[in-house]
C-alpha cells in the first residue's frame, strides 16, 4: 500500500500545496531513516511544520508513519487516474490552422493542458469560461467550441482556444465535461452600474442526453479518450459538471451553463415584453419594445441607428449583440463575442447568430450589411439615465472617431432615438462630437483634456462609461460656473472693492471651506498664515477628549466591517469602498496585466484617486498614535515590567488605529505634519520619497515615543498585503527605560474574486534591550490544517509570551537592526514570564488580564492651528480630493507628481 502511494506521489510530487507536501516529504525522510536515530532534522526544509509535530512525527512507529502517509496522501484526493487524455482539433491562434493535440484533462487541478514545442500551457480552467460554437461551414467542418479567459489579464498563454473535432458527439462529451470545471461563476464585476442578465450570456445549452455519460459504453474512438476512468470517477464526472448548476443559484451572474430552464425563461420573455411595450410605442417594430425604459435604465439593451445593436460586456469579454434590421424588417439576431473592442476594431470578429449560436459567415453578413468586416459598426453604450453615447467604430481611430453625446431632454431621451431612427431628425437631442466636448473641457480651468486623455489612454474603451459621467460632472460644474460669473457682473463694482478689502484681512486666516482653502494655497496664501510659527516642545494641559463611537458606528470600525464566524478575521463589507476598489483593481488589471501576480507594490505606482483616503499618511500615522494613554499610565510608574506590558498595549493600538481600507495617499517628500495628542505635540516628517519613510515624534508626558514608519503594500493575484515596516521607540525620561515595538503586517484576501477578508498575520514584538525581554506573539499560532478536526482557536487568534532573552539575542539584534529581524530563536530564550492572548480585533490579555479591547478609546488628535507651510493639511491634491472632484484631485496628483519626479532628478544632478 505504502510503496503504491509513494510512487504516486513521487510522480505528482510538484501540485501537491505545499504544507501537504513538505509533510508527505517529512514523513518518507522519517521512514527511510527509521533505523538511523542519530540523523539530523533540519526544521528549515520543513517550515510549514511545527517543530512539536516534527518531532511528534519523527517518533512514530515506522507502521504508523506509513499509514499516516498513505491516509494524508489519500486525503489530497490526488489519484492519478483522475486525468482524462483524448485528442481534439486545436485551432492555431496565429494562422488560423486546426492540428490535431492530444490534451489532457486534470481533474483535480482543473487544468486542461495543452502541448506545445516550446513547451506545455497548463490552463487552468476555473480561469476560462466556456461557449459551444457548433459546426464551422466553412473552412472546416468541425464541431468547435471556445475557451474563452474571463479577463483580459488573466490567462495562461492562451486568451482564447478554439478546439473542435470531426466527430459530435466526441466534441460535446469534451464541451460538457469542460463546462462543468470551466468556472461559470462570476468572480470579477465589472466596473459598470450595468448588469446583466442571463439571457445574454451563454452557450447552447446541450440536452442532457448529450452529456458526458461515460458509464455507457464508449461509442467513440477509444484511443482519443485513453484513459479510462473507473466507474466510481465517472460519478465524479458527472457530478463535477452537474455542481455549477448548484452555485449558480448564489451567483447573480451566470456566464455558461445555459441550461433549459434559462433558456424557455427567456423565450417566455420577449412577448412579456411586448405586451408590456405595445400599447405605449405602437410605430415601432416589436424588436425595440424590448427597450423598455426600465430595462433600458439597468442597462440591459442598447441600440443604435437604423441596426440595432446590443452591447453586453462581462467578465472582460464584450459582447456586442446586434440585431440587423433591414429596411424595417429585422432579418436576424446575431451575438458578437469577443474580447474587447480592439478586438472587434481589428477585424477579428465573428458572429454568433443568437438563435442557435452558429457562427455567421461572412458572405451572410456582407448580403445584409451591405459590408464587409473592415467598414463601420456602430455601437452604443450607456451608463446613466441622463445621458448616451452612441459611436461609431472603424478601423482609424477608434476613440475619438465619431462619437456622438445624447444628454436627455425634457423629452424622452428614447422618444427622441425613435424620432431619430425614424426620421433622422436630431431636433430634439442635444448633440455633439467628443472632439467637440473635448474643445469645450480645454477651455475650463479645471476640466482638460489631459484628464481625458489620462482615462482614455489607461482604461481604454471599457471605462468609456465612466467618462461619460465624469462629462456630465463637468457638464454641470461648468454650468455653476457660467451662473457664478452671471451673478458676478452683476453684482457693482463697490462691493466687489469691499470684499477685496476683506480678503487682506482674512489672508492671515486659513479658510476653513475646502475650496477657499485649495485657493488660498494655491496663490501660497498659506506661507504668510504660518510665518508667526513656533514650536511646542512640551505637553500642555488640556482637557481630555476621546473617540467615541456614535450611533453612526465604531469609531474605528464604522460599519465597514463585519466578524467573519468561519475562518475568523474581519470582512470587508463598505459597499463605497468596495466600489471603488473594484474599479481601481480592474484599472490596475488593464494596466499592469499578468504583473499583478507577482506581487507589485502599489505604494509606488501612480493610480486614479478613487480608493486613495482623504488625508494623507502622514495623518494617519499620526491619528494611529492615539493611544498614549497608555504611556500616561506608564510614565509614572517605576516597574519596568508593567512599562513594558503598557507599551505593548500602545505598540499594537498603532496597527489596529490605522486599519482601513483606503489607499494612503503618496507621500510628498518633506511634506510635514504637527498636531496634539492630548495636549502632546506630534510632528511628522517625510524623511525619504523611495521608500516612502516617515518618521514622527511625541513630546509625552514623561515620555518621549519616536516613529519611524514605511507603508509597504503590494498586490498580488487575489490579495494586497501590507505593513507599516519600522518601528516604534519609546523613551521614559525618569527611568531610563527604552522600548522597541515591531509591528506585523496584514493580509486583505479576495480583491479580485470571493469575500473580502481581512486578516492580520505574522508576527510583532516589543523589546527591551536593558532588561533582556522580549514580546513576541503570533498571530494565527494554530492554523487549520487538514489533520485537526476541530478548531479551538479561529485565524484570527493571536498568542504569545514576555520572554527573558540572553546576551545572544541582544548581540544579534544590535548587529543586524530591526529589519533583518524575524524571530526569536528557540536557543536565545532563557524563560517566559507572561503570557498574552487574545482575538486581534477584539481584545487582547495579558495574563488573562484584559488590557485592550476594541473599544478602548483613544485620544483625538488635533491639527495644530499654524502649521508649517509643508504642512499635510496644505496639500493640494488632497485638498483637491477632498472635494471629492475626481478630475480635479487627479489633474493636481498628476501635476505634483511630475514636480516631485523633477525636484528629484534635480537633487540628484548636484
Ligand atoms: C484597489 C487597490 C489597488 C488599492 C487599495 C489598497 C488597499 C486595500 C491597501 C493600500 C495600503 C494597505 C495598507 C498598508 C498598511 C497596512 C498596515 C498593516 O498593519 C495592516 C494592513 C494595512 C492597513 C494595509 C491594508 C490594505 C491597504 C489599505
Known amino acids: 500500500m505504502f510503496e503504491e502511494y509513494y510512487q504516486k506521489y513521487l510522480r505528482i510530487e510538484s501540485n501537491i500545496p ?387 453625446l445624447f444628454k436627455k431632454t425634457k423629452n424622452s431621451l428614447y422618444n427622441g432615438l425613435q424620432q431619430r431612427n425614424q426620421n433622422n431628425s436630431n431636433d430634439l437631442l442635444t448633440q455633439s462630437t467628443i472632439v467637440q466636448i473635448l474643445c469645450q473641457l480645454d477651455e475650463n480651468i479645471f476640466l482638460d483634456t489631459q484628464n481625458i486623455a489620462y482615462m482614455e489612454q489607461y482604461h481604454g474603451l471599457k471605462d468609456y462609461i465612466d467618462y461619460i459621467i465624469n462629462f456630465r460632472d463637468l457638464n454641470f460644474d461648468q454650468q455653476q460656473i457660467q451662473t457664478l460669473n452671471m451673478q458676478l457682473s452683476n453684482k457693482s463694482e463697490d462691493l466687489i472693492i469691499q470684499k477685496i478689502d476683506q480678503s487682506i484681512e482674512l489672508e492671515r486666516r486659513v479658510p476653513n471651506n475646502i475650496m477657499e482653502l485649495l485657493e488660498f494655497v494655491q496663490e501660497n496664501k498659506h506661507w504668510n498664515a504660518c510665518l508667526k510659527k513656533q514650536f511646542q516642545m512640551e505637553p500642555i494641559q488640556v482637557e481630555q477628549k476621546f473617540m467615541k463611537s456614535t450611533s453612526e458606528g465604531h469609531f474605528l470600525l464604522k460599519n465597514d466591517w463585519k466578524v467573519d464566524q468561519n475562518q475568523g478575521g474581519l470582512l470587508y463589507v463598505d459597499q463605497v469602498g468596495l466600489r471603488e476598489q473594484r474599479k481601481v483593481f480592474s484599472y490596475l488589471l488593464s494596466q499592469i496585466g499578468c504583473n499583478i501576480a507577482s506581487g507589485k507594490s502599489i505604494m509606488s505606482i501612480s493610480l486614479p484617486v478613487y480608493v486613495f483616503e482623504k488625508q494623507s499618511n502622514l495623518q494617519r500615522y499620526a491619528n494611529s498614535l492615539t493611544y498614549l494613554q497608555y504611556l500616561d499610565e506608564a510614565a509614572v510608574q517605576i516597574d519596568y515590567l508593567f512599562q513594558f506590558k503598557n507599551f505593548l498595549s500602545y505598540g499594537y493600538g498603532t496597527i489596529i488605529l490605522y486599519l482601513n481600507m483606503w489607499k494612503p495617499f503618496n507621500p510628498i517628500l518633506g511634506e510635514t505634519y504637527s498636531g496634539f495628542i492630548n495636549g502632546c505635540p506630534i510632528y511628522g516628517e517625510q524623511v525619504s520619497h523611495h521608500p516612502p519613510i516617515s518618521n514622527l515624534l511625541i513630546y509625552g508626558k514623561g515620555y518621549r515615543v519616536n516613529h519611524r514608519l514605511c507603508t509597504i503594500a503590494s498586490i498580488s493575484a487575489n490579495s494586497v498585503s501590507g505593513i507599516n515596516q519600522g518601528y516604534t521607540k519609546v523613551l521614559f525620561y525618569e527611568s531610563n527605560n527604552e522600548f522597541i515595538f515591531l509591528p506585523c503586517s496584514g493580509l486583505y484576501t479576495g480583491t479580485l474574486y470571493g469575500n473580502k477578508l481581512f486578516q492580520m498575520v505574522g508576527k510583532f514584538h516589543v523589546i527591551d534591550l536593558k532588561h533582556k525581554l522580549v514580546a513576541e506573539i503570533k498571530l494565527n499560532p494554530y492554523p487549520s490544517s487538514i489533520w485537526k478536526q476541530r478548531r479551538d482557536h479561529l485565524d484570527d487568534y493571536f498568542e504569545g509570551f514576555i520572554y527573558e532573552v540572553n546576551d545572544q539575542f541582544i548581540k544579534r539584534f544590535q548587529n543586524d537592526g530591526y529589519l533583518k529581524f524575524k524571530e526569536l530563536k528557540q536557543n536565545e530564550i532563557v524563560r517566559s514570564i507572561s503570557n498574552i492572548n487574545g482575538i486581534w480585533h477584539k481584545n487582547m490579555f495579558i495574563d488573562n488580564q484584559e488590557i485592550w479591547n476594541i473599544n478602548t478609546q483613544p485620544y483625538i488628535l488635533e491639527d495644530e492651528d499654524n502649521p508649517l507651510p509643508s504642512d499635510s493639511n496644505f496639500r493640494e491634491d488632497l485638498i483637491a480630493w477632498k472635494t471629492s472632484n475626481f478630475h480635479l484631485a487627479m489633474k493636481i496628483k498628476i501635476k505634483m507628481e511630475e514636480q516631485q519626479r523633477s525636484d528629484a532628478k534635480l537633487r540628484k544632478k548636484h
Not at 429596411?327 to 438563435?355: A, C, P, Q, R, S
Open 18 to 404: 505545499e504544507e501537504q507536501r513538505q509533510k508527505l516529504n517529512f514523513l518518507i525522510f522519517s521512514i527511510k531513516n527509521n533505523v538511523n536515530t542519530e540523523i539530523e532534522i533540519n526544521p528549515e526544509n520543513y517550515p510549514d511544520l511545527e517543530i512539536d509535530e516534527i518531532q511528534g512525527l519523527f517518533n512514530l512507529p515506522i507502521e504508523a508513519q506509513k499509514s499516516m502517509f498513505c491516509s494524508v496522501f489519500k486525503s489530497l484526493e490526488l489519484e492519478d487516474d483522475s486525468k482524462i487524455f483524448g485528442e481534439l482539433h486545436v485551432k492555431g491562434e496565429m494562422l488560423g490552422i486546426w492540428r490535431t493535440k492530444k490534451l489532457e484533462l486534470n481533474l483535480t487541478h482543473k487544468k486542461l493542458i495543452v502541448p506545445r514545442k516550446e513547451g506545455n500551457v497548463e490552463m487552468q480552467l476555473q480561469k476560462y469560461g466556456i461557449i459551444w460554437v457548433g459546426q464551422k461551414k466553412i473552412k472546416s467542418l468541425h464541431y468547435c467550441f471556445i475557451l474563452l479567459a474571463h479577463s483580459q489579464a488573466i490567462y495562461d498563454y492562451y486568451k482564447q482556444l478554439i478546439l473542435g473535432s470531426d466527430d459530435e458527439e466526441y466534441a460535446k462529451k469534451w464541451f460538457n465535461l469542460l463546462n462543468g470545471i470551466c468556472d461559470s461563476k462570476s468572480k470579477k464585476q465589472r466596473r459598470m452600474s450595468v448588469e446583466f442578465t442571463k439571457q445574454m450570456i451563454g452557450n447552447s445549452a446541450l440536452t442532457k442526453s448529450d452529456q458526458f455519460d461515460l458509464s455507457k459504453s464508449d461509442n467513440y474512438n477509444e484511443s482519443c479518450l485513453s484513459s479510462k476512468p473507473e466507474k466510481k470517477d465517472m460519478q465524479r464526472i458527472l457530478e463535477q459538471s452537474e455542481s455549477p448548476d448548484n452555485q449558480k443559484k448564489d451567483s447573480q451572474e451566470t456566464f455558461t451553463c445555459f441550461k433549459e430552464e434559462d433558456k424557455s425563461q427567456f423565450n417566455a420573455q420577449i412577448p412579456q415584453n411586448i405586451k408590456e411595450c405595445i400599447p405605449k410605442l405602437t410605430n415601432i417594430p416589436w424588436y425595440l419594445c424590448d427597450v423598455t425604459v426600465n430595462k433600458f435604465k439597468q442597462g440591459e439593451f442598447y441600440k443604435v441607428g437604423n441596426n440595432v445593436y446590443k452591447s453586453v460586456s462581462k467578465k472582460g469579454l464584450y459582447q456586442v449583440q446586434i440585431i440587423l434590421e433591414h429596411d424595417i424588417d429585422i432579418v436576424k439576431h446575431f451575438l458578437y463575442e469577443g474580447f474587447g473592442f480592439n478586438k472587434f476594431i481589428i477585424k477579428e470578429w465573428t458572429m454568433f447568430d443568437y438563435e442557435d449560436y452558429k457562427v455567421v459567415d461572412q458572405t451572410r453578413i456582407q448580403s445584409i450589411f451591405g459590408y464587409g468586416r473592415e467598414k463601420q459598426i456602430y455601437l452604443m453604450r450607456h451608463k446613466s439615465q441622463e445621458c448616451i453615447i452612441e459611436k461609431q467604430l472603424n478601423t482609424l481611430n477608434p476613440i475619438y472617431s465619431i462619437a456622438k
